[in-house]
């Protein structure tokens, strides 16, 4: 079985200060991770996977298969990074299927 | 492209009333799926397609019935409408062997009551 676990519900930080949400995962094999987000009103998009080593944003997530985890971190928020942010991890192989973590509401205080 | 769309943007039910919640997408993605989100819930799986005729169960499909007749269409039917069904649904869909990004509809808000 696979699992997400994202042990925040709320996050809240001041405009510049460092931001990290957290994602742990439970899979057997070799997963693929992905962050998504979905600002206020609007559908929900990829924000960065961690096969593509990408920085968007300026948000990065390492994959530590050590620790099964995949934490999204940005060293200067901003008020428009306020969003609900959702860690996702797909099985390997041709599996479509995504399992999703709870969700972290990150607010971005001026 | 118009991506993936879906359609009612918001609908009020009564308990018992049955209803379809449509998807479609024009950038002929083989798989298609089906989430609720719910507050402290996040996203869970209902049920999903890896190809036109072929439709599987997610982790909560109880309540819901879908079917794939093309590969642009999935829509979802709520056979007997009940309170535990209010939520946002969403529908998605994903090319095949590019990356598995998951391409998400605007959302469906739905109020049984």
Redesign the interface.
């Known amino acids: 079985a696979q699992r997400v676990t994202?042990p925040e519900?709320l996050l809240s930080v001041f405009k510049g200060a460092p931001v990290e949400l957290k994602c742990n995962y439970s899979y057997s094999g070799s997963p693929?991770l992905?962050w998504?987000v979905q600002y206020s009103r609007?559908?929900?998009?990829?924000l960065l996977?961690h096969i593509s080593r990408e920085s968007i944003k300026g948000f990065t997530a390492d994959l530590n298969k050590g620790e099964t985890s995949f934490h999204l971190k940005k060293p200067f928020a901003q008020e428009e990074d306020s969003a609900m942010y959702?860690c996702a991890l797909?099985g390997g192989g041709?599996n479509?299927?995504?399992?999703?973590?709870?969700?972290t509401l990150l607010t971005v205080n001026p | 492209n118009a991506g993936v769309t879906q359609t009612p943007k918001f609908q009020v039910l009564k308990t018992g009333q049955s209803m379809t919640l449509q998807c479609a997408q024009d950038m002929n993605h083989e798989y298609m799926s089906w989430y609720r989100q719910d507050p402290g819930m996040g996203l869970r799986l209902i049920h999903y397609s890896v190809g036109a005729g072929i439709t599987d169960q997610g982790e909560v499909p109880n309540g819901y019935n879908v079917s794939r007749s093309t590969t642009e269409d999935f829509p979802l039917r709520l056979l007997s409408a009940a309170p535990s069904q209010t939520s946002v649904y969403f529908c998605a869909s994903t090319p095949a062997g590019v990356g598995y990004e998951q391409y998400f509809g605007p959302g469906t808000r739905l109020t049984v009551t």
């Not at chain 1, 609007?42 to 990829?46: G, M, N």
């Not at chain 1, 479509?96 to 969700?103: H, N």
């Open positions: 994202q519900k693929e992905f998504y609007q559908r929900l998009q990829l996977r959702y797909r041709s479509y299927k995504l399992t999703f973590g709870k969700g």
